[in-house]
């Protein structure tokens, strides 16, 4: 069965410091991984996502992240924090069952920004 | 694109009412996703359709839930009776077209329901 774990349901830094969210994956099938973000009151929007090919994999706002198959983690950089960047991150995987699409969530980081 | 669209935004209900909640997914996408998230539980999913049929319907809580799809443009998700312990952010989301492991959900606003 497909699971996500994400390692740290807080994080702060400090503004300009680096943001490492932790997620680790379970898949009996090559996976397909995201990252989404939730701002406060709103719904979650994609980050980024890893189907095929280059494992280094980048997004929006500054973000990547990097597959590593061995390791079985996805875990999500920046190299220097903003104040807006507070927010909750999921990591999710593919689930199986062929073209219905659905996601498997993990429980999220809440990512807070110090000035 | 005007995205996922949710109505209401906010609601309020007394214990015992029924509660209906309305998505309509972007154009051109079969797939259709409804979740809760809750602070205790985090974000879970209720039911899925794939082409306006359901494929999975075991996150839904209990029969007081149901949801249908009778068109690719227009889902609801309705709760009856309501009990306070279905306070929540409901989301829907919906992804396509053409199904396929690599399509990203895209989510809705969400409702922010509120049983008293």
């Known amino acids: 069965a497909q699971s996500v774990t994400q390692l740290g349901s807080h994080v702060s830094v400090s503004e300009g410091a680096l943001v490492l969210l932790r997620c680790n994956y379970s898949?009996?099938?090559?996976?397909?991984l995201f990252w989404y973000v939730q701002y406060p009151n709103q719904g979650l929007q994609l980050l980024l996502k890893?189907?095929?090919?280059?494992?280094l994999v980048k997004g929006i706002n500054g973000f990547e992240a990097e597959f590593k198959k061995s390791e079985t983690s996805f875990h999500l950089t920046k190299p220097s924090a903003h104040m807006s960047d507070a927010a909750e991150y999921f990591c999710?995987?593919?689930?199986?069952?062929?073209?219905?699409?659905?996601?498997?969530f993990g429980k999220g980081t809440k990512l807070s920004v110090k000035p | 694109d005007a995205g996922v669209i949710q109505s209401p935004r906010h609601e309020v209900t007394e214990m015992g009412q029924e509660v209906t909640l309305r998505c309509k997914p972007i154009?051109?996408?079969?797939?259709l996703f409804w979740y809760r998230q809750t602070m205790m539980r985090g974000l879970e999913l209720l039911i899925y359709?794939?082409?306006?049929?359901?494929?999975?319907d075991s996150g839904m809580p209990e029969d007081r839930f149901s949801a249908k799809m009778p068109n690719a443009s227009f889902s609801t998700l309705k709760i009856q009776p309501s009990e306070p312990r279905d306070s929540a952010v409901y989301f829907c989301?919906?992804?396509?077209?053409?199904?396929?492991?690599?399509?990203?959900?895209?989510f809705g606003p969400g409702t922010r329901l509120t049983v008293t």
């Open positions: 989301a919906s992804s396509g077209p053409g199904g396929g492991l690599s399509y990203e959900q895209y």
């Open positions: 898949s009996s099938v090559p996976p397909y």
């Open positions: 890893y189907t095929t090919g280059a494992t």
């Open positions: 999710a995987v593919s689930g199986l069952g062929g073209s219905q699409g659905n996601l498997i």
């Open positions: 154009s051109g996408h079969n797939s």
């Open positions: 359709f794939n082409n306006n049929v359901p494929i999975d």
